[in-house]
């Protein structure tokens, strides 16, 4: 049985209809039209579908949708004019922090962030930071110097 | 063949435009795609390793509102093609496989019948509707017991589960026996893997029917071939279908075969009328898309008092899985042919032997033959235990020089452009010679490994080892009516930056700035048929064909823009950056047109052109690559292991590496790294297990590890490239040597440190566990 549900999506607010367990990542994609978030998994390990409720990165395949009402929900489209995402998109392109770009909107929400909070992240801290996320092409290595790169001109400001 | 464009764009890191979109999240993955009126498909799987079908009840399912319809392989017999591997190979039993099993299936996540539904929870809901009976069979999951007389066979139209044995023979192997002063018997076990691309399978189907086109949207690393197999299974023309590979989340060799879940939803989407969307989750993907890598060796070499080798013999035994999507001896076959690497290695013999067990089939994983370096480099170490002599002294006494190339390897091939020697020693300096003391608390171990990596495969290769099917790659080159380029070539991207380095390629063979190429990949209508990407030969083959191409576009450019400018000859003319140069005076010189004006005259104003020119600029060219083309690397690491845990850490991982001349130093080093960083979870990290009555313990990213940011050392990468000198612009490929390098490396180094204790590691993953184990003496079973 499917019921009425207001979600409120990069400030956008949509009136859905959804059954109670429709992944939030599912009614992302599948009904308000957003890909950006990706699934990898569906068993919360992978990172790729993570987005931001309330601010604070969540995976969106181990939420339901249903669960959302009265909270706000960011995702990597919702964040095109934030200026430390547009830092690391930039810093992700000169370093080739991406290959298949599959994980990268997980990648890029976490980061996002965690940015707005880190204080002088060292590049253990990143590397511990991102073993919730998964990237099978990188090695992590460009990413990893990446994030270095962009912490060096946002942390602190 | 080297490129004579000063300042040419081959070879500039250039930034990938791929990034734009991608980091935009504005990909168009296959999940991605919106199609109206599309049904979705789930599949019921058997839960079973081994088991009779006794009957399939789907009424319950199609009660649902919304199922539309529930499929068994009764209703497809007749309808789609059985998958046959047959190619006349001694030694390899052909093979044969129902689309949708009829009888029995063969192992656990094996497909029993397919529901198509409104929207994908209802089909997954209406699967577990379904009610299968089975009649559970014994199954055998381990391939030794497989190969014995009496263990269930796992095809029953087969003898038995053997279904390859081939030896291949160099030499008089045995005879060196006699002579050698040391003689020594090392084992390697590979684990179980799976590629594990973030992007799991998925497909749309769509079938027109008044058109009788068949569209299939699909993350494929070979559209064509796919295509081919698709026509052959569901009867129908070329002409007919069109697959489509969007942007793909990374395959890794994973997204070559046409399995039979893509073909079904074919199948159904031309029956049913409407198109039909599937997509893989993660589960399927680790119990039933493909695994790789499961390989036992044993090698014995025979060497002199100086530790030169008289003789080397390997025996592999291979765990094909339930099905053959490829010729069972194709993966072993090549750790066989490229075992020796750049040794000297004057008799051989290698005996290959495949068995089926009831497990999830297998195919090539990012370097198949993965296992090759470990085994050689491994086996050199052995020896050096075993004789006292030094393992760098062992590996130079044997190495050919530059001066001993070309050499006809033992394994049949012909290598040259390979100077591990110089990279051998130049890792040796970057890794440093500190040897470093085990303690109460630590092992220390550093650990060399030489790779030479098989590259490009042309169709002589292909026609000598009797697989069959060609080597070639196409390209297509438009020069459209503005001006600007359209380039296009049988492969299909998943990460690769095919669109930055081609236009690159395609800048330089043309004289264009590549900012006006467009590279159009990945469709079967869009671009010419080639053979796909697979192993390191999408720059060598794809660039090369898209190259001479673009040459040959250059020059009837030439040819035009001489006569435009009133010239009987075009000789002193070239063309840069889409401007018109002339010599004169020894000094080049704008002359006046460009290509968008030779362009106007070919398209709008032929009459204008010179005597002879047809109308239009599209140039169509294509490639075969020399038999092999090799690259080569030496890896070197440091490693710690804690005597208490047996946690294994890697402290320093050098790589030097010559993979000849590169078009996008950017993009290969991203490849380097990560080809590393997959070698090294393999070694460390992965491992698909079952157990003993074939239930897959490992259907979750929780369960089947693979590296995270804290698994990965840095790597530092160097180069010492020598072009390759049978290729357009020297290239020869890679992306591959980086896993074989990193299994070597690292377990030579673990078993550098486990040597002062006596005892030796045979097999992956080098788990603490198993580290453990051997460091006191007890071995803990892996699983
Ligand atoms: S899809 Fe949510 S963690 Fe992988
Ligand atoms: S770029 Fe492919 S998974 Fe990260």
């Not at chain 2, 069959?468 to 359209?486: C, F, L, Y």
Request: negative net charge.
């Amino acid at each position: 049985m499917k019921t009425r549900v207001t979600l409120t999506v990069n400030g956008q607010v949509h009136d859905v209809e959804i059954a109670p367990h429709y992944l939030l990542s599912d009614v992302l994609r599948d009904v308000v039209g957003l890909t950006a978030t990706h699934v990898g998994c569906e068993q919360g390990v992978c990172g790729a579908c993570t987005v931001l409720v309330d601010d604070r990165p969540a995976r969106a395949c181990l939420t339901f949708a249903i669960q959302m009402e009265g909270h706000e929900i960011t995702t990597l489209e919702g964040l095109r004019d934030d200026p430390v995402t547009q830092a690391l998109q930039q810093a992700f392109h000169e370093r080739h922090a991406l290959q298949c770009g599959f994980c990268t909107p997980g990648f890029l929400v976490t980061l996002s962030a965690w940015l707005k909070e880190a204080t002088d992240p060292t590049p253990a801290a990143v590397r511990d930071l991102l073993t919730g996320n998964l990237c099978r092409c990188t090695g992590y290595q460009n990413i990893v110097e990446a994030v270095l790169s962009v912490a060096a001109t946002e942390c602190g400001r | 063949m080297t490129r004579d464009i000063p300042d040419g764009y081959v070879g500039r890191p250039m930034l990938r435009r791929e990034d734009g979109r991608l980091l935009q999240g504005r990909g168009r993955y296959v999940d991605d795609i919106r199609m109206p009126g599309v049904r979705h498909a789930a599949f019921v799987r058997s839960p079973h390793a081994h088991a009779r079908i006794v009957s399939i009840d789907v009424r319950a399912a199609l009660e649902l509102a919304g199922v539309h319809a529930v499929v068994t392989g009764a209703d497809l017999v007749g309808e789609v093609a059985d998958a046959v591997v047959s190619p006349p190979i001694p030694g390899l039993v052909p093979t044969r496989f129902e689309v949708l099993p009829t009888r029995k299936i063969r192992f656990q996540g094996d497909l029993v019948a397919c529901v198509i539904a409104d929207d994908r929870y209802l089909a997954e809901e209406a699967a577990e509707r379904v009610e299968v009976e089975y009649e559970i069979l014994p199954a055998v999951t381990d391939m030794f017991v497989a190969l014995a007389d009496d263990a269930p066979k796992v095809d029953d139209r087969l003898a038995s589960n053997r279904v390859v044995h081939r030896v291949h023979t160099h030499g008089r192997p045995d005879d060196q026996e006699r002579d050698a002063a040391f003689v020594v018997e090392t084992e390697f076990h590979q684990q179980r893997q799976s590629h594990v691309p973030l992007e799991t399978r998925g497909c749309i189907a769509s079938w027109d029917q008044g058109r009788e086109h068949l569209t299939l949207v699909t993350g494929s690393q070979v559209p064509h071939p796919l295509r081919t197999q698709l026509v052959r299974r569901m009867g129908l023309r070329d002409g007919q279908v069109t697959v489509e590979s969007p942007d793909v989340g990374g395959s890794f060799g994973q997204k070559i075969a046409l399995y039979r879940e893509e073909l079904i939803i074919c199948a159904l989407a031309r029956r049913l009328g409407t198109p039909i969307r599937w997509n893989e989750d993660r589960l399927e993907n680790l119990q039933a898309s493909c695994h790789a890598r499961e390989q036992w060796c044993r090698t014995r070499i025979m060497a002199d008092a100086d530790g030169r080798i008289l003789a080397l013999t390997l025996d592999i035994v291979e765990d094909f899985g339930a099905y053959c999507f490829y010729p069972a001896n194709y993966i072993a076959e090549v750790v066989g042919i490229i075992l020796t690497g750049q040794y000297r290695v004057d008799h051989y013999r290698y005996d290959l032997t495949v068995a089926l067990t009831n497990k999830c089939g297998v195919g090539p994983m990012r370097a198949p033959m993965a296992i090759a370096s470990w085994v050689m480099d491994g086996t050199l170490d052995a020896l050096a235990r075993e004789s006292g002599l030094d393992p760098i002294e062992i590996r130079r006494r044997n190495m050919l020089s530059a001066a001993q190339l070309p050499y006809d390897m033992p394994g049949g091939e012909t290598l040259l452009d390979v100077n591990i020697d110089e990279t051998m020693e130049a890792a040796l300096e970057h890794i440093g010679h500190a040897r470093l003391r085990a303690d109460a608390d630590t092992l220390h171990g550093c650990g060399i490994c030489n790779v030479v990596e098989s590259t490009t495969y042309g169709s002589r290769f292909y026609k000598n080892s009797g697989i069959g099917g060609s080597g070639h790659e196409a390209a297509r080159i438009i020069v459209e009516p503005d001006g600007t380029v359209t380039g296009s070539v049988g492969l299909a991207a998943s990460g690769h930056g095919y669109e930055t380095a081609f236009a690159q390629v395609v800048g330089d063979g043309l004289g264009v700035s590549p900012d006006g190429v467009a590279i159009r990949l990945g469709h079967t209508d869009a671009a010419p048929y080639g053979m796909g990407s697979r192993g390191g030969r999408g720059g060598t083959a794809g660039g090369g064909a898209l190259y001479e191409c673009a040459r040959m576009g250059q020059e009837h450019l030439l040819h035009i823009a001489a006569h435009m400018l009133g010239l009987n000859t075009a000789r002193n003319l070239r063309m840069i950056d889409g401007r018109v140069e002339k010599l004169v005076d020894g000094a080049w010189r704008h002359a006046g047109v460009g290509i968008a004006d030779i362009a106007r005259l070919a398209y709008f104003d032929p009459l204008a052109l010179p005597e002879g020119t047809r109308p239009g600029l599209e140039f169509y060219r294509t490639f075969d690559p020399p038999p092999m083309t090799f690259s080569n690397s030496t890896h070197a690491c440091r490693v710690v292991i804690d005597r208490h845990t047996g946690q294994l850490t890697i402290t320093d991982y050098v790589v030097v590496e010559n993979c000849g001349a590169v078009i996008n130093p950017l993009i290969v080093r991203g490849q380097q790294i990560g080809a590393v960083a997959m070698g090294i979870s393999g070694t460390v990290l992965e491992n698909m297990v079952y157990d003993a009555a074939g239930q897959n313990l490992s259907s979750t990213l929780g369960d089947y590890a693979i590296a995270t940011a804290c698994d990965i050392p840095m790597i530092r990468i160097h180069e010492k490239a020598t072009p390759g000198s049978r290729t357009p612009l020297g290239l020869k490929g890679m992306a591959e040597g980086g896993v074989m390098g990193a299994i070597g490396a690292v377990a030579n180094a673990v078993n550098d440190a486990l040597a002062p204790l006596g005892v030796r590691a045979s097999r992956l993953p080098l788990s603490p566990v198993y580290l453990h184990g051997l460091i006191h003496g007890h071995a803990i079973s892996q699983h």
